[in-house]
T-cell receptor, first 112, second 116 residues
């Protein structure tokens, strides 16, 4: 049973650069979620896919953030023109419709 | 809209003592409630969840929680703390059993410290 995986685990980038993170959900799960977690806070919901359809994206933090799940399997989260305030842990979770969410280990982003 | 308040950002207990982590929620619809644990530099692991039915919910690692609608609470307990329980604990609420279209709304977390 392979869980949710995320790549990379750590990313250091300079302000203004674009970054992309990948999430591979549990294989039979049709729902995929992205969250952001800043230091000392709980995860904050960003966006959600059911299969390849992005059903909720109004909670993405700005138009610099975008996410895709082109074939209903893995997903990518891209941040364009990174800012120091984007430094955080980015978490991915997946679920089988109507059941609990399973989280990946996260990608820690540091913007210098 | 939902919200979660976790009382106490840090809780310290002695090994073998009772663990009590407090969670109060606000929800405009009947809530689904979750407790997750996070170890350093790792993702979140589900401890237990309340959807419907029995209000006392048992989870992994000896944890349990009781849903009290009148108090809008979902406190997490464990009768005897173990050193391995030291971690960050998050309470979360959703309007959907799987955290549907709105995802999960988390509290700020409680850091559990176990004293030897």
């Amino acid at each position: 049973d392979t869980g949710v995986s995320q790549d990379p685990r750590h990313k250091i980038t300079k302000r203004g650069q674009n970054v992309t993170f990948r999430c591979d959900p549990i294989s039979e799960h049709n729902r995929l979620y992205w969250y952001r977690q800043t230091l000392g806070q709980g995860p904050e919901f960003l966006t959600y896919f059911q299969n390849e359809a992005q059903l909720e994206k109004s909670r993405l933090l700005s138009d610099r953030f975008s996410a895709e799940r082109p074939k209903g399997s893995f997903s990518t989260l891209e941040i364009q023109r990174t800012e120091q305030g984007d430094s955080a842990m980015y978490l991915c979770a997946s679920s089988l419709m109507g059941y609990e969410q399973y989280f990946g280990p996260g990608t820690r982003l540091t913007v210098t | 809209a939902q919200s979660v308040t976790q009382l106490g950002s840090h809780v310290s207990v002695s090994e073998g003592a009772l663990v009590l982590l407090r969670c109060n929620y606000s929800s405009s619809v009947p809530p689904y409630l979750f407790w997750y644990v996070q170890y350093p530099n790792q993702g979140l692991q589900l401890l237990l969840k309340y959807t419907t039915g029995a209000t006392l919910v048992k989870g992994i690692n000896g944890f349990e929680a009781e849903f009290k609608k009148s108090e809008t609470s979902f406190h997490l307990t464990k009768p005897s703390a173990h050193m391995s329980d030291a971690a960050e604990y998050f309470c979360a609420v959703s309007a959907y059993s799987g955290g549907g279209a709105d995802g999960l709304t988390f509290g700020k977390g409680t850091h559990l410290i176990i004293q030897p």
